[in-house]
């Protein structure tokens, strides 16, 4: 039949070429698993990674388009990776994804440009909602 693509692999190649990565940090690995399964059923290809040197090392081999990142990290903790990150590109939208909140947090993560806060819930779904919708909103104001 006329204007009917019947080869599947030519197909899949198109769908993969527009899965954004995104880089996701977190050192509770059931947390992350959980994260990463939700954010590849809403079309992203996840990379995971669970210090802030891991993180880092992962930020520079495969050039996310976004990352969500823990604060409490072993190591170099996730304000430290922000840092690293703006300071090589300043555009790259960043979620801080933490149990905890206060204050001085919030200003370190302003401070460098976070582009926004995520709060783990008990509710996943909600968590997806807000990091979905923070990717697209800092997608579309780059």
């Not at 590109?89 to 909140?101: E, Q």
């Not at 302003?110 to 926004?116: I, L």
Request: glycine share 4%; no cysteine.
């Amino acid at each position: 039949m006329p204007g009917i693509i019947r080869n599947n692999n030519y197909l899949k190649g198109l769908i993969m070429e527009k899965k954004k990565k995104i880089l996701v940090v977190d050192d509770e690995t059931d947390f992350l698993e959980v994260i990463k399964i939700r954010l590849e059923a809403s079309n992203y290809e996840v990379i995971t990674a669970t210090s802030g040197e891991e993180a880092l090392k992962l930020y520079k081999e495969v050039k996310p388009s976004a990352i969500i990142l823990d604060v409490l990290l072993p190591g170099i903790n996730g304000m430290e990776v922000l840092e690293k990150i703006r300071k090589d590109n300043p555009s790259i939208p960043v979620l801080i994804i933490t149990a905890f909140t206060s204050e001085e947090r919030f200003k370190l993560a302003n401070k460098f440009n976070a582009t926004g806060f995520v709060l783990k819930t008990e509710n996943i779904k909600d968590q997806i909602e807000s990091i979905n919708e923070a990717i697209k909103l800092a997608e579309k104001y780059k």
